[in-house]
């Protein structure tokens, strides 16, 4: 089905708008290793002198390559440390992305390029991993961006394709490891399943010497920091390169890691995840007649891209690099079966995109802003109206705006994660954390890393001046009696609760809550008896 193709800039100009929303604030959508790893290395390896290796805790930060924490680091040193200018780098590489998605299913198998754009633009993977300061989605669009290179280098044989195809993995592999594999499976189905162009048949010799050119081009940029980090700190790269794979925990099929895989596969592609399911097994088949479909190839490099994932154990968004493929092939499928398919298709979207809305649009307007739970309903409404008439383009942009308001308006206005007000006179001395990061974006608020120390560390931690200690409620009596033993006076001089998100996001309830305490914050209209408890303590030294 082919329409009117509306030009890159706008297409960039609307995903910009579908994701920026809400990445300022305190409360947006974040995680542990956002605001515990990235925030923190980006803040240590500012006030570094030395930022060729990232610092995370004090010590290198060797588990992860260095290219995309030196960015981070950069826009702290020149913008400042704040949620806006971190994420914003996520933002503008999954607004490239899907401009990129739609320019390359166009170009490899004909996919209508504004549908592919809105559909992967509406996937909850690039929904939500673009609005945080993650390695993910820059590492997949610098893969993309390689493996078009490549693409154009198998079909024409040219060798300037191959060598931007090797410096775009390189750096995507500076980003994140995992790169390479990907673009491995890729490059071996790209070779044995897609078809060559008629007219372009480059000979094998010539293939070969470009495939040698790539690798050492490949080497010459991704080598030299891991050489450096090497020689410098031999010990320490060995040993957490051992730890990382001991955490994958590498063995026969893991039955635990089935739901991670599916999670990867079809939670990553959600609300589209049945129609993904539809489109593997719709392509991966022969046709009765004809050439081999262009999109078998894509087919099976998700398959070979994720079977490597029931080995081991892993989190469902290292499969992000294979979301660009399957929004490839969802829109493909939409727009060559059936109008009564299709909109079974679209209605199963809009049912899978409408369960969250309602739970937290009705959520929200109860507990705090009414006018946020009517929007929610009407755009609904509007969704299942386009879904039912079939309208694949309007029932992926009308998914798009129902994720901007899902995690640009809902989910912060629960305030998850958002700190109290610090007055100056508390902001201006040493602050430390006891126990866990209570306040997971203190960091940024002070605009330097707060240490996070045990409750038997503190004599060992505090200064010798006045300072002040975010605690559990729950650990004060303990802190008390060990500020005692260090001569120190510790007074309570706030105490303040906080919505914490454990595990996953939307659990953000303090432990132990129960069905009572929900029928009671219903009837208050209030969330305030979920907040975790804490206790800003002043201390200063005896005398």
Known sequence: MNREDPGGFWLLLVALAALIPSIWLESSLTGGDEHRISFRTALETADSEDWTIPTYNGEPRLRKPPLYYWVLAATTEWFGATPFSLRIWGVLCGALLAVLVARWGQ????????????????????????????????????????????YEWKQTGQLAPIIKGAAFLAIASLIKPTAPYFAATGIATLFLFQRQEDDLRPGFMRMIQGALLGVVVFLAIFLPWWLHALSEHRELLLSRLDEQVERREFSGIKTESIPSLLGGLFGLIAPWSIAALAALFHFIKRPEEGLLRPERWLVVWVILSALPFLFMKTFERYLIPILPAMAILVSSYLDSVSTNKRQSQLLISAFLISLPAIVLGFVVGWFFTPWMGILTALVLFWLWRVARRADAINTALTITIVNAILLGLLLPALGIGANPNLPTDVTSKTILQVGSQHLPLLDLRLQSPVPVISTASIGNSLPSEKCYLVISQADLTDVMATLKTTRRDGKVYSTFGVLRSRKTFTRFSRPGSTREDWIQAFEDRSLDQFKSPCV???????G
């Open 107 to 150: 170009r490899i198998c004909g996919a209508d390029p504004l549908l592919t754009f809105l559909i992967m633009l509406s996937t909850i993977g690039l929904a939500t991993e673009s609005r945080r300061a993650m390695l993910d989605i820059p590492m997949t669009l610098f893969l993309l961006i390689s493996m078009k290179q490549i």
């Open 536 to 542: 800003l303590l002043e201390v200063a030294p005896k």
